[in-house]
């Protein structure tokens, strides 16, 4: 029995995988990536448990993600934001700065449960977050292609961030600039004798 009993695991652990995406409205075809279930599955998953009313508690997502990321880091505000869930990104080992793309996603229940965790704990943590699952999905998937985006550590306070690869010249680190303005004082207050 212990192989039905691991079967019956399998497929449970498939399905709660895919209903934690259809709540942060992923789209069928990231949830067929990561589950591995049939598109008619997940859509029969949809009209089971999710109700399309007015208020629109769960979207469907049709069509292609979006594949260009750029904006994502076209302002400091919005790189900052990219940022946050980069650094999450590595920190749960779905990406890899010294070892890319990372390891291998397809079918992986557990890594796209730590790739949901990933995008929970920053719109946790994140202020008045903009990011999308699907944008979240898509910033992942271009940083593990390699051909848009870079990814790099800071020298000076190791927060590891995104850059433009065909924009010359290379962006700088967009925590660096915050940092000097939070800490830097004038030189003449700094200067002046104390009482
Ligand atoms: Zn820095």
Redesign the pocket.
């Given at each position: 029995m212990r192989t039905t009993d691991d079967r019956y695991r399998g497929e449970r652990e498939r399905f709660e995988l895919a209903m934690r995406m259809i709540r942060h409205e992923a789209r069928t075809g990231t949830i067929r990536y990561l589950t591995g279930l049939s598109d008619d599955r997940i859509r029969k998953l949809y009209t089971s448990y999710f109700k399309f009313d007015a208020q629109g508690e769960v979207k469907r997502r049709r069509g292609k993600t979006p594949t260009q990321i750029t904006p994502l880091i076209r302002t400091p505000a919005r790189t900052l934001e990219s940022g946050v869930f980069v650094n999450l990104l590595l920190a749960n080992g779905l990406i890899s700065i010294e070892d890319p793309p990372g390891p291998a996603l397809r079918g992986s229940i557990e890594l796209g449960n730590r790739f949901c965790e990933c995008y929970e704990t920053h719109v946790r943590v994140v202020p008045k977050p903009t990011l999308s699952f699907e944008w979240a999905w898509n910033l992942m998937s271009a940083i593990r292609r390699g051909d848009e985006i870079g990814i790099s550590r800071?020298d000076?306070?190791a927060?590891a961030f995104l850059y433009d690869q065909l924009a010359l010249p290379r962006s700088p680190?967009p925590?660096?600039p915050t940092l000097r303005a939070c800490t830097s004082k004038p030189s003449a207050e700094a200067a002046a004798p104390a009482g």
């Open positions: 800071c000076r306070c927060t680190c925590a660096c």
